[in-house]
């Protein structure tokens, strides 16, 4: 793909867009944080069609077309209630009773009824965690449960926390 | 002298009001601030409290509309930068040379063969020849033709005129503020005009690495003060030897805009820009009377018609010579026609050097018209040029035909 910058004194700067196929389009970031699309049908001279995007959007519009909208996101909440159901992200704080406890050890799914369904550790996710897997401080459990035991869990493990709750 | 804060605020009551109505119909302030201050003033009526004649707060009214200018002018400096100008390089020299060319040319010879003076003759060219960066800016962005092959050259054009109004600005100070009528006299007061610029502008330069290290301010408000006392006592320091103020305003900065610091105080000065600009416009109306336009008014016409014709030409050109389509070259010449702050900028000079009184109202009419007309015809553009291309290619055909 072909990029051309160019600058837009006293408006912002543009960027020109043709794909390996030749099509055409145009991005343009406003000094005002604004950006703009522009596409090209065909040959024409002058483009047909205009999305405008806030700073935000354009950054969630980047992401998405980056592929890195879909993987994991560890510091976004994820908090979904599916009709009874809870699966929330909880990270193990250090003192927390949970680190450095196998999940069989720490009983937490006698206790609270909800279970750990994930850890992840350094980015790494490890999913259906048998009794025998350690829970580390750093770590962070996803846990599903109805609500009333996901919030026993919150409860129990005390010194965890949830993730940007 | 009691009611002096309810008379600025009436004004600005009237200021607000004007900038709200030019918004709600998209359309640029300035004129519809201009208009506001030609409506009211010594003419005007006055029933008890609301008195509307702003005898009384004139002197602070165009005392903060001086403060707009500078303030108009140090932003139109720091927006600028000497590395943006040289990137872009080229195809704005030969774009805004052919402009310049054809609509400085037309600028001086309309004037000229109304038989003005020279110092008239000089400021109507500047007021001719300048369009309105802001309006111009803010059109392209409103109809979405930021994208469009054209804008490139039109912005780069603008650009052109900018530096050129600079430039022009403190030669033409140093004309009309001086006192000396000898061509002697006019030379030498010129010269020092562009020996101060020159001089501010090089000692500037060699002062960056310390500003960047002064200005590491982390107090916004102790910045602010800092960079307001820097900005009027360059601005003042000029006047003393008879440069615009304004030029010492564009100076500081220019100078400012090669710091690290330029965002942030470009951030900081804009509010002040707005509401002493808006202050300006306004105080520019307040002094005309409006029943002196009448004599102004075939003057401005004939300007306006000199308008239309020099920047299309000048844009058909620039653009055919960048390789640009028909249509996208009549975009050029029926974007730039707009009008605006730096028009009245140069005829507030005529105005501060005690010129010819028509001069003042023929720059608000004239504005008026190209701030109203240039939108309007920029938006119409592409049916515009179909209609004309269409005509002349008729033209073309007929002595074809006829051999």
């Keep these: ?165 | 002298m009691d009611h002096m804060v309810w008379e600025v605020g009436l004004a600005l009551a009237l200021v607000a009001g004007a900038a709200l109505l030019s918004w709600k119909l998209k359309f640029s302030t300035a004129p519809f601030l201009i208009v506001a201050g030609m409506l009211v003033g010594p003419h005007a009526p006055h029933v008890g409290m609301l008195d509307l004649r702003f005898v009384e707060s004139a002197p602070i009214i165009a005392f903060m509309g001086r403060l707009g200018v500078l303030f108009l002018l140090f932003y139109l400096g720091l927006e600028f930068s000497v590395g943006r100008l040289i990137r872009s390089g080229r195809s704005i020299a030969v774009g805004g040379s052919i402009y310049i060319g054809i609509n400085f040319t037309l600028g001086l010879l309309y004037p000229a063969l109304l038989g003005w003076p020279l110092r008239e003759t000089l400021v109507a060219a500047g007021i001719t020849t300048i369009s309105s960066s802001a309006i111009v800016a803010k059109v392209l962005v409103d109809l979405r033709r930021t994208a469009n092959p054209e804008t490139e050259m039109i912005l780069g054009i603008i650009m052109f005129e900018d530096v050129f109004l600079a430039v022009y600005l403190s030669i033409v100070s140093g004309l009309v503020l001086s006192e000396s009528t000898s061509v002697g006299g006019v030379a030498l007061s010129a010269g020092m005009a562009l020996g101060f610029m020159l001089g501010v502008l090089a000692v500037g330069r060699m002062a960056v690495p310390w500003l960047n290290r002064a200005l590491r301010i982390r107090s916004d408000e102790v910045l602010l003060l800092v960079v307001a006392a820097a900005l009027l006592l360059v601005a003042g320091a000029g006047e003393t030897i008879h440069v615009a103020e304004a030029i010492g305003a564009l100076l500081t900065g220019l100078v400012l805009a090669e710091t690290d610091h330029r965002e942030r105080i470009e951030r900081m000065i804009v509010p002040f820009r707005d509401f002493f600009g808006a202050m300006f416009f306004f105080g520019f109306g307040l002094e005309i009377d409006p029943f002196a336009l009448g004599g102004a008014v075939w003057i401005t016409l004939g300007a306006v018609i000199l308008t239309l014709i020099g920047n299309f030409a000048a844009g058909m050109l620039a653009g055919r010579s960048a390789g640009l389509s028909p249509t996208s070259s009549a975009n050029v010449g029926l974007t730039v026609v707009s009008r605006g702050e730096f028009s009245i900028v140069v005829a507030s000079l005529g105005a501060a050097g005690g010129l010819m009184q028509v001069l003042q109202p023929f720059a608000a009419l004239y504005v008026l018209v190209l701030a109203v007309l240039g939108p309007l015809l920029t938006r119409q553009s592409h049916a515009i040029s179909r209609a004309l291309f269409r005509a002349a290619g008729a033209v073309r055909r007929k002595p074809a035909g006829e051999s």
């Design chain 1, 1 to 165: 793909m072909q990029v051309q910058e160019h600058d837009l004194p006293g408006v912002g700067k543009k960027f020109a867009l043709t794909t390996n196929e030749g099509e055409r389009m145009t991005v343009i970031i406003h000094n005002t944080g604004h950006r703009e699309i522009y596409s090209f049908r065909g040959r024409e001279e002058f483009p047909t069609h205009a999305v405008r995007l806030e700073d935000a959007e354009a950054r969630m519009l980047g992401a998405i077309l980056g592929g890195a909208y879909f993987q994991p996101a560890v510091a976004e909440s994820m908090d979904m209630v599916l009709g009874q159901l809870s699966v929330e992200w909880f990270r193990v704080a250090p003192g927390s009773p949970l680190a450095g406890r196998t999940i069989q050890e720490s009983a937490i799914r006698t206790r609270t009824g909800a279970s750990v369904i994930a850890i992840l550790r350094d980015g790494r996710p490890q999913p259906n965690p048998g009794p025998g897997d350690v829970m580390l401080a750093g770590d962070t459990l996803l846990v599903v449960g109805d609500r009333g035991q996901v919030q026993r869990f919150r409860a129990e493990v005390g010194g965890g926390e949830r993730v940007n709750g």
